[in-house]
């Protein structure tokens, strides 16, 4: 069964940055993409970075220019970088892979991410 582990969430200041890990315990080379949702309480889940397996990212409108997704083929791990936090960006932050084309069927637990002074 696949598993994935993620890591980095915490309690940081606005303008700060965190670092999210997910940590596959198969070969991440199989899937057709990979992300990051997030989910505020009251809001609906998001999508706030994909990384294709041909290495292609997008980002959502609100994290553009602040946050970078990455992978790591041979660690089987993918990355949240995220910087100039701001209070919005309070969530639970889950990774999720696509193992078919069109559906996000593998997830994590969630992590969560709190920016505030």
């Known amino acids: 069964q696949v598993q994935l582990v993620e890591s980095g969430g915490g309690l940081v200041q606005p303008g700060g940055s965190l670092r999210l890990s997910c940590a596959d315990s198969?070969?991440?080379?199989?899937?057709?993409?990979m992300g990051w949702f997030r989910q505020a309480p009251g809001k609906q889940r998001e999508l706030v970075a994909v990384?294709?397996?041909?290495?292609?990212?997008n980002y959502a409108d609100s994290v553009k220019g602040r946050f970078a997704i990455s992978r790591d083929n041979a660690e089987n791990t993918w990355y949240l970088q995220m910087s100039s936090l701001k209070p919005e960006d309070t969530a639970v932050y889950y990774c999720?892979?696509?193992?078919?084309?069109?559906?996000?069927?593998?997830w994590g637990q969630g992590t969560q991410v709190t920016v505030s002074s």
């Open positions: 999720a892979a696509r193992a078919s084309p069109t559906i996000w069927d593998t």
């Open positions: 198969g070969s991440i080379a199989r899937y057709y993409a």
């Open positions: 990384v294709t397996s041909s290495g292609t990212t």
